[in-house]
Each structure stands twice: as C-alpha cells, then as structure tokens.
C-alpha cells in the first residue's frame, strides 16, 4: 500500500473508528482494484467448489455442531488437550491476556538462548503484537509465510486473515523485495518473485533452530496439534527446528481427531477455494529423534472466555478463521482490511475485535456492516453474524446511554424522538405532517431535497431525497373511506 | 379473504403510491383489504441501530395490533425480516410467555408482499401490464432473510409488455443498510456506486424491487447523477393494468 511506512502497528486501542479510517482507502483506487480483484477471485473459485459438493448443507451442518459442542465444553476439553500434548512430551501454557503469552514466549526463548526466529504465518500472534516485542528484546523475528515476509519487508500490517498482502500487487512486491533483499534486477513474473523468498528463505529454515507458529485446530483426544498451509513453509518450520512454540486461542479445540473429517474438508473450500489444502500438518508432542525436541504450546484467552458466558455472542468463538466471510463482504470489498484497525478485518472482525476489547475500543466495528447476510450465508460454521453485530450494537449503546455527551449527539436525539413518535398513533401523524412542512424548506422546484443539513447532510452528500408527498397513505386510505361512506 | 395491510412508518411517509398500488393490486384480486390507522413502526431502525429496549416496545406494539388479523401483508422484505428475525431474540429477552404466545399465533399470518400472491393466493399472473423494460434488484433481506428465491421474477414474467433485464451481481448489497447509510455515509456510497454501475448497465428504463428502502438509495443517486432511470416498487407494476397504468396512481 502507498501508506504502507507511515501505517501503525495494526492496534484497536489506537485505531481511528471505521467510517474515518475507511476514507483513505476510498480515496485510492488503486488500492480499492486490489482488494476487488483479488476476493472476487477467491469468492469464485470458493463458490463454484461449494456447489460441487452435494453435502455442503450436512457438511455445513456438522462442521456447526462440532464447533458448538466443543465451546459448550471447552474446560473439559481443553483440560484433555493440556494431559493429552503433555503426556506425549509438550509443555502446555496458560495465558490470561496479550501480555501473559508474550511473557511465557519471551521466557522459553530466554531458556532456549534464541536470538532468531522463524515464523508460521499466525493470525493470533499478531493480535498479541508479539513480533514487536520480541524485536524490542533483541530476538530478530523472520516471517517464512509468502504474504507475511512481503508485509515483514515492506513495513506493512495484515488486512487479510487468510491472504494478508491480500492488498499488494505484484509490482509493489518486486519493488519490496528488489529493496529488502538487494536484488538489482528483479522482474515482477511470480517465478522470479517466488524464488527471490525461496533464496530468502532457505538459509533461515537452514539455520534459526527455533520456531513460532500458531494452530488452526488443537485435538482434545490425542494432544495433537493441526496446522494448514498452502506453501509449505510451515512444514519446513515444524520438522528442522529444535524448538517449537505454538500460540493457540482457546476456542481451537476440537473434542475427536475425526472431527478434521468435516472441518478440513469446509476449512479449505471455505477459505482458499481448493478441494484440500496443498500441506496439513500435525503432530503430536515430540518424537526422539524426529522434529522438534522441546515443544510448547500457549493456550491464548485475551478476552474469549467471556465471550462464551452468552448463547449470543459465544458463535464468534465457533470461526475457524476461513475468511469466506470477509471475501463475501460488500464493506470489505471497498475498504480493505486496514480500515478496521485489527489484525480480524471484515464481518467476523466487526464481532470479534470489539468483543476482545471487551467493548472498551473498537466499538465503531459492530457498526461496519449494512447487515446484508452475505456472510452468514458463507461462513461454514453458521455463525449468525448479523445477530452478533446488532447484539454488539445493543451493547455499544447500552454503554454509551449512561454517557452524558450522547445528548448532544444528533442522531441518539433523532432515535428517542422517533420512540416516542412511534408510540402513538397520533404523534406519528403529528410528526408526518411537520416533517413535511420542515423538509418543504428544502424541497426545490423539481420536487428533490439536494442538501440537508446535520444528519441528514450525510445522506445528500452523494443521494437526492424526494420531497415528501403531499398526502402520506394513511391520509389517502381515510380520505377513501370518507368517500365510500 | 381479508388482508390487513402494514404499510410500513416509511412506506406511509415517503411512498405512499406504493401502499395505494397495494390496495388496487389486492382489491382486485378479491382481497379484502384493511388498514388499522394504529400502526406506525416495526421497531427496525432502533433495533439495527442498538436500540433495543425501543425496539422492544414497537414490536410488543405491532402484535398487539394485529392480533386478530386474518392476514397481514407488508410491502417491505426488511420489515418482514425483522418481525420474523429479531421479534423472537426481543421477546426472549424482555417479552414474557403471554406475548411470546401471541406473537407466535401471528407469525404465519405475516406474508411479504409477493408470498402473499404466490404462496398464499396462488397466483403469479396478476392480470398486470407495464410495458417497459424492467431490472429487479434483489434486497439483502428479501433474498438471505425470507429466501424469496425467484417468486418476485415469477410474478414479472407473467407482466404484459414488460421487458425483464437480467442484473449481474444480483445477490450484492445496495449499501443502503439504515442508519448505515449515514453513520458509514461514504462506505455505503462507495457501495452504491458499484451497484449503480450494474444497474445502469442493464439499459432498464425501471429499477424494481421489493423494498423502497433501497429504491430510495438507488433511486436518489440515479436523480443526483442525472441518470435517465427511474425507480418503482414492484406493487406498483403488478397494479398497473392498461386501462389504469402506475402513473395514474403514483
């Protein structure tokens, strides 16, 4: 992205609320063909992949209930997970928060004597911001996932889940690495820029003997640990290295390792538009000589555990981090990921970031959305965004009710008025006929409203409104009957 | 049969020609139709908006006053969606059994407006005639909350004279979204401006579809941008015969 240097840490403690945040974005429209470009690709090779498969609605279905089950018992399980991975030779970690997992991380690799990492693309760990921690005490951290080492070089945060440089194109990476790598005649040919990371990439894989990485799903039966990848650098990342580390939210816990049946098969369809995923990893604790020797897995709450208190809001728990929903999002679709200040973009960030925060940032979020279904309609694990979205928005105004600068606000004055409007019959009547006469006053010759002041400028920035008639229906339905009488 | 007609607070106030077309449809037809001047709001707007506690009283409001309705017909998707969608969560919530039974009584007599022709009267040829060319656009609500599937192109099909043009990109949001389209004013135009491009590019002399909330979005832009298309309510088309066309009841 042009802004991309001058881009701060991807933080919703900081971020500007949406509608602000998304006006860069509107403005550039090569940014905007981007984003267009690459998620109606996705979205078409997702749909046409789901069409095939003539069980997708049990698939779905099952994949819903597998999900639902596991966060209804999710002590339970997490608990057989933690015995499980630590019998098979893992060290399990518990973290409250952001902070409490990048203290034990910053511990093990103390312990490890590691200076460098290399890295498994791990959404989760830049939602605790590990990467700049680890920099600021001395360990030099290396992205092997494609998009990340393009985002790590150019200074540049995520605005995808699955497809983080989702925003860059190819010129703009050529001119990354050419930069970042000190290759003076680097073509833009996919080849040429595959192999430069390749070059890149081998000698740390070859040489940094501790890895970090994240899980898309943790097996509660076994201990086993599964990771899904297109490149496979997560597998180079899982078997040479002496030390691994996996950072993991709580809510990735499936009850059986045949629940990876139906999840694998909705996760890579869902998420990439493939039939499987080109690399599926797992493993299970360590094997003498084999892979890792030390392996650590950090369970992750930051904020989840509350969310499972409300039948509600604990579906945001159920996402598998697919992404069909983001891809299928029409808001996403003009402003990208950036614009929601969040490492979890689009309709699942919209619930998930807000809630995380604990609805103490973020809270323009739940408002990011047109409330069109689009993404209820894909997500595989029938997560009823909507719902969450306008439960999260009861919240926001619940809190923002006790604030006394919300009586100034036009909009909050505009919404209790219409209450009591709406109450009575008369008093809508009432309302009708002097909001015709008010709005006469704006109404030119060609019977439009061009411009409106407050609120209501908002609309005719970019819409003319039509004057309001003359005779509103309920008019007209009693003039009829008068006349039929 | 008798059908109590919900306008809808915007429908009444903005559109009425859409509530007029709804009475001539229906009356001719055979419907007996009525009007209960005691309806204002759904309790849509607040409750998108986060308002819940006022949603709630505007839902408890509206069943009351439909209780003893045969039918009720709502020319709006939205509305229809949000009394079948959220009407349950607010009831769970800040209801109690009695009302919960009461809604639950009327639930299945609520019909959106092109249900009520094709799944209830069982009819598709409305006897209608618009000869125009036409594109339907599709709303979120009407599509993904009450799976309309094609019954609003059925019912055009069977139009004399009318023209149907196909819109690409059918099951895309219009941007409108209620306070949305203020509270992200430049996100929704940003989205219009994408749908409007399909629209227009269908060479229609009419955008239809089955709620004004997005008729008023598209609608508006098309009259900013001087663009020669106009926007119409599908009741009005399904009323419009040769001897009595829309415009005499617009």
Redesign the interface.
């Known amino acids: 992205m042009s802004h991309a240097a001058s881009h701060a840490v991807l933080d919703p403690v900081f971020a500007q609320p949406?509608?602000q945040a998304?006006?860069p974005v509107?403005r550039n429209p090569q940014l905007?063909k981007n984003v267009a470009h690459a998620i109606d690709v996705i979205q078409a090779k997702r749909a046409k992949l789901v069409a095939e498969k003539t069980d997708w609605k049990e698939l779905r279905d099952a994949a819903s209930e597998i999900r639902a089950h596991a966060l209804e018992n999710l002590g339970e399980y997490l608990e057989q997970f933690e015995t499980n991975c630590t019998a098979a030779g893992g060290t399990v970690h518990w973290a409250r928060d952001a902070a409490e997992a990048r203290r034990i991380i910053a511990d093990i690799l103390r312990q490890e004597n590691a200076k460098e990492v290399i890295k498994i693309k791990t959404m989760t760990s830049t939602e605790i911001q590990l990467n700049p921690a680890l920099e600021a005490l001395g360990v030099s951290v290396y992205e092997t996932d494609l998009a990340e080492i393009i985002l790590q070089l150019g200074g540049d945060e995520p605005s995808h889940i699955v497809v983080p440089a989702l925003h860059v194109n190819r010129s703009q990476v050529r001119e990354i690495f050419a930069r970042r790598m000190g290759i003076k005649d680097l073509s833009d040919d996919p080849h040429a820029l595959t192999a430069a990371a390749r070059n890149y990439l081998r000698q740390k894989f070859l040489t940094i003997p501790t890895a970090i990485g994240g899980a898309n799903f943790l097996i509660a039966e076994t201990g086993a640990v599964a990771v899904v990848e297109s490149e496979g650098n997560g597998r180079m990342c899982l078997t040479l290295p002496r030390t691994m580390i996996t950072l993991a939210g709580i809510e990735k816990v499936l009850p059986r390792l045949a629940d990876l049946e139906v999840m694998l098969q909705v996760l890579a369809r869902s998420a990439t538009g493939e039939r499987m995923n080109p690399y599926t990893s797992l493993w299970t604790g360590v094997t003498a000589g084999d892979g890792p020797q030390s392996f650590h897995v950090v369970l992750l709450d930051n904020g989840r555990s509350p969310m499972l208190r409300h039948k509600?809001e604990r579906q945001t728990l159920k996402c598998i981090r697919c992404a069909a929903c983001i891809n299928a999002c029409?808001?996403y679709?003009?402003?990208g990921g950036h614009a929601y200040g969040s490492v979890y973009p689009g309709p699942i960030g919209a619930i998930l970031t807000p809630q995380l925060m604990h609805l103490e940032h973020a809270q323009s979020l739940?408002?990011?959305?047109?409330?069109?279904?689009?993404c209820?309609?894909v997500c595989p694990v029938k997560i009823n965004i909507p719902?969450v979205l306008?439960e999260l928005?009861?919240?926001?105004?619940?809190r923002e009710r006790k604030e006394a600068e919300r009586f100034f606000d036009p909009?909050y004055l505009g919404?209790?008025a219409?209450?009591l409007?709406?109450?009575?019959?008369w008093l809508?009547t009432m309302a009708?006929w002097w909001?015709r006469l008010g709005l006469r006053f704006f109404t030119r010759k060609d019977g439009?409203i061009?411009s409106l002041p407050g609120?209501?400028g908002?609309?005719t920035?970019?819409?003319?409104?039509?004057g309001?008639?003359d005779?509103?229906?309920?008019?007209?339905?009693?003039a009829r009957a008068k006349e039929a009488r | 049969m008798r059908a109590s007609l919900f306008i809808t607070c915007y429908n009444d106030t903005l559109y009425p020609e859409t509530g007029r077309a709804v009475v001539r449809l229906l009356e001719r037809l055979g419907v007996e139709v009525e009007f209960n001047p005691g309806q204002t709001c759904c309790g849509q707007m607040h409750a998108n908006t986060g308002f819940r506690g006022e949603a709630f009283s505007q839902a408890k409001r509206t069943i009351r006053l439909y209780r003893d309705a045969e039918t009720v017909v709502i020319p709006s998707s939205s509305c229809v969606a949000m009394i079948r969608d959220q009407y349950p969560g607010l009831i769970d919530e800040l209801g109690n059994a009695a009302l919960r039974r009461e809604f639950e009584a009327l639930l299945p007599r609520i019909y959106e407006l092109s249900e009520f022709l094709i799944d209830r009267l069982g009819v598709e040829d409305v006897g209608a005639y618009f000869p125009h060319r036409v594109t339907y656009h599709a709303s979120c609500h009407g599509l993904r909350a009450l799976h309309l599937g094609n019954r609003p192109e059925r019912l055009l099909a069977r139009v004399r004279g009318l023209e149907q043009a196909p819109l690409p990109n059918l099951d895309r949001c219009c941007g409108f979204g209620g306070t949305f389209s203020v509270k992200n004013a430049e996100v929704s135009s940003a989205m219009m401006a994408v749908k409007l491009q399909d629209v227009l590019a269908t060479g229609a002399e009419y955008c239809t579809a089955l709620d004004n909330s997005c008729l008023m979005h598209l609608g508006g832009a098309m009259h900013r941008q001087f663009a020669g298309m106009k926007t119409i309510h599908m009741a009005q088309i399904l009323a419009s015969t040769e001897s009595v066309p829309a415009e005499a009841f617009a």
Request: include cysteine.
């Open positions: 949406f509608p998304a006006l509107l905007r509600v029409p808001v679709r003009q402003t739940p408002y990011a959305s047109s409330l069109c279904g689009a209820y309609e719902e306008i928005r009861a919240q926001v105004t619940d909009l919404l209790r219409a209450n409007i709406f109450s009575r019959a809508f009708q909001g439009w061009h609120v209501g908002r609309w920035m970019t819409r003319d409104l039509r309001l008639p005779q509103t229906f309920r008019q007209w339905w009693a």
